[in-house]
């Protein structure tokens, strides 16, 4: 595969009307991701979830809810740092909401949002998936049994 090449065509084909590049990309992400994250913090990537749910009862606790918003890509890094990415094929399509969420899912941090994604799965009826992504979370040594009740 020659990723200059799929690059190209992504970008002469956002140009369509009816195009969007972003829900299409993310694998190709994905693999880039490893590269582009260690240029810039010098560090191996751990582990990458793409749209990590972060459940708004967490960041926002007077609106007590089992629902979340998705960030298109967490990263722990090998040095434990998290990141979160949000990409976009389009600057047309940042949003300020978008932004304030983030924002506050910074400011309320880790522990938090993964406190939420199980409550989250409590109430889900992803039942399998949920439990899949806790268990990539257990195994990476963000969540444990014992302390968050699984």
């Not at 109430?123 to 949920?130: D, Q, R, V």
């Amino acid at each position: 595969m020659n990723i200059i090449k799929t690059f190209d065509a992504l970008l002469d084909w956002k140009k369509l009307p009816a195009y969007r590049a972003e829900p299409r990309v993310d694998f190709i992400v994905a693999g880039a991701l490893p590269e582009i994250l260690k240029e810039k913090y010098s560090e191996e990537i751990t582990l990458i979830i793409p749209e990590l749910p972060i459940r708004i009862g967490s960041i926002y606790p007077k609106i007590n809810i089992n629902k979340s918003y998705k960030v298109d890509f967490y990263v722990l890094l090998d040095n434990g740092n998290n990141v979160f990415i949000e990409f976009k094929t389009d600057s047309n399509s940042r949003r300020t909401k978008q932004d304030e969420y983030l924002q506050a899912a910074k400011n309320v941090g880790m522990k938090k949002i993964l406190e939420g994604i199980v409550d989250i799965s409590k109430a889900s009826s992803y039942k399998t998936k949920y439990s899949y992504l806790l268990n990539k979370l257990i195994s990476n040594s963000l969540l444990s049994t014992t302390k968050n009740g699984l």
